[in-house]
């Protein structure tokens, strides 16, 4: 709703200073679309006497609308304005005092570093594009003779010359990101908890925990786990899994997937027909039988499509997924994971980090019923299953570990509370610094040049 859109716009604005630090004053993409170059050149704001001009802001200005814009009314269109002009305030106010404090004078070696970062950057965009081009034409007619690496090169160096900026821009500006980043961090080094904030925090996690991770509740349970909450309370019956996700090719994915939501939606509706005949008072429940034979009779209908075409999509896959398998069924952790990264379709799977962490099973586990049923039979930590059938594919199933019930003790979640309470101690203390920047500048802000 309309509160919500501006409540996440206000928390945004922080973020965005840093995020605009990272982007550079280019993205390959022709932002600034205002009518004139004089236009562009208007000033919508002074920092400390240093000008913001209108086409940075609406640089700005662009990435909120495109967020919000689909339910944004007037107001919070003004509002956006004002908040993308806040943005580079902020972002203006960072860079002086870095720049107070010594941090912009920069080395030959850090000027090589950041033409090698914005090259790299650079070269991997053209390449990003090129192959986006590729996919939205290939089949047609003639798209193997195009180098469409050649098209998006030559595209992103027109959308740079359009827009005013040239390499040497992006390799000050990506020299302005790390003087910046620099200055931060010195700022917060020394900003963390005490063992006080560690232990209250651990016992505020366990007095939450112990009210809301019941038996009746192991959805809130699930969830936690899922959202990266820090667990301290274990429920009985769960362990961690890895896989090996090998996808169908995409156009048999879209089908499958269509095809298994119609069957289990069909599925659904015998449940809830069933259920209603079962529930039903009437002495006469012949049209609720026939209704429900019906259903039954389009759920196996649907459910032969889908069975069908599942089975056709994995003949196509077949010969990889087992190629896969013979490389993994005898594998320890390591090479395990190793080939999830290389190997595995699972964008939710495909980093060391998020294979460590693992899949949570076990009651409410969301996974879909193939996975779950093939997780749960693993028995022994390290168990590899055979590769299992879905509608997402094959799964080559690993066992990390069970879970051990209970609350777990302190020091083996002591580092990520840590991480935790030192991310948002100094969130709120660079928040002040900026706060304290922005009462104590001088700033004319000129709304009326903000028109689009």
Known sequence: DKKGVKSNMKKAVALAVTVLMAAGIFSGCTLVQVDAEADGNRVVAVVNGEE???????????MYYMYYGSSADEET??????????SLIYQTLWEQKAREAGYFEFTDEQRAQAREEVEKEME???QANADDMKEAVEGQSGYENMDFYAEAKAAYERDMEE??????????SKLTEMACDNYKEELLKDVGPLEADIVEEYDELRKEQTESFTDSAKDEYVSAFNDGTIIVRNLAGYSLVQHILIGFDEDDQDNVEELYQAMTEAQSDVDDKQAELDESDAEDKTDLETELEELK????DATEAYEEAVTAAAEKIQEKTDEIYASVKDADEDKFIEV??????DTGMNTEETAKKGYLIGDEDGMISEFHDAAVALTEEGEISEPVLGPYGYHIIRKIKDIPEGYVELDEVRDQIVESL???MQDESWSNYQDEWY???????????MDV
Do not use: C, M, P
Not at 340 to 345: A, L, N, Q, R, T
């Open 52 to 62: 913001i001009l209108k086409k940075d802001w609406y640089s700005v200005y662009y």
């Open 77 to 86: 269109l003004e509002e956006l304005k004002n908040i993308a002009l806040d």
């Open 124 to 126: 991997e965009e053209i």
């Open 163 to 172: 827009s005013g900026y040239t390499i040497d821009d992006l390799i000050e």
């Open 297 to 300: 009779q389009e759920l196996e």
């Open 340 to 345: 999830i990264v290389e190997e595995s379709d």
């Open 422 to 424: 030192t991310t948002s």
């Open 439 to 449: 009462n104590a500048a001088s700033i004319k802000r000129y709304n009326s040049v």
